[in-house]
């Protein structure tokens, strides 16, 4: 049974670029999560998406946004990269609203 | 004050030494509590929830104190297995995004 699936798994961009990650959630998980971790740092959260929509949006700038698809599966797209974008960016999953998250193993973007 | 506050760490303790971690959080208004570890470069990994009456998982030992709003997590018998970074996790009642705090890594020395 995969677990959620992430990718790329490394990405370098240079600042106004854009970028799109992708994620497979956990067979049977219908509940998407994106957080951002810098180093040094817990996970931050950007927002979830159930249903194919966004239910709830962590403190960040529109310049993030996301997609979730019929088959749960999600993107994550940021526009206008700034330096300080680089970070490991988490997919989590869940069954609907109820328990812990699994994460997957993250895209490491690093903006030059 | 950031809602959820952690031992700034690290910690390093030898192998077979009991460690205990805490937590606090500011949002009086959560619900679900959890434990994760994370190892060097990897995702994060649930350990385990905590549950009001405390719980314990073989070597590992959780509880919340509602009114303090206060977690912690206890190692006993520590293994070099255990180093890693523990992250001490808060849902709150309303809305759906997990609250990480900053984490408080673990080395457990031979």
């Known amino acids: 049974d995969a677990g959620v699936t992430q990718s790329p798994t490394h990405l370098i961009k240079t600042r106004g670029q854009q970028v799109t990650l992708r994620c497979s959630p956990k067979?049977?998980?219908?509940?998407v999560s994106w957080y951002q971790q810098a180093l040094g740092q817990g996970p931050q959260f950007i927002f979830q998406?159930?249903?194919?929509?966004?239910?709830q949006r962590g403190n960040f700038p529109d310049r993030f946004s996301g997609h979730q698809f019929p088959n749960y599966s999600s993107e994550l797209n940021v526009n206008a990269l700034l330096l300080g974008d680089s970070a490991l960016y988490l997919c989590a999953s869940r069954p609907g609203n109820s328990g812990g998250y699994t994460f997957g193993s993250g895209t490491r973007l690093t903006v030059v | 004050r950031k809602e959820v506050e952690q031992d700034p760490g690290p910690f390093n303790v030898p192998e077979g030494a009991t460690v205990a971690f805490n937590c606090t959080y500011s949002n009086s208004a959560s619900q679900s509590f959890f434990w994760y570890r994370q190892d060097c470069r990897k995702e994060p990994k649930l350990l385990m929830s905590v549950y009001s009456s405390g719980n314990e998982d073989g070597r590992f030992t959780a509880q919340l104190n509602r009114a303090s709003q206060y977690i912690s997590l206890l190692i006993r018998d520590s293994k070099l297995s255990d180093s890693a970074t523990y992250l001490c996790v808060v849902k709150p009642i309303y809305g759906q995004n997990f609250v990480f705090g900053p984490g408080t890594r673990l080395s457990v020395l031979p």
């Open positions: 998406y159930y249903e194919e929509e966004e239910r």
């Open positions: 067979s049977g998980h219908d509940t």
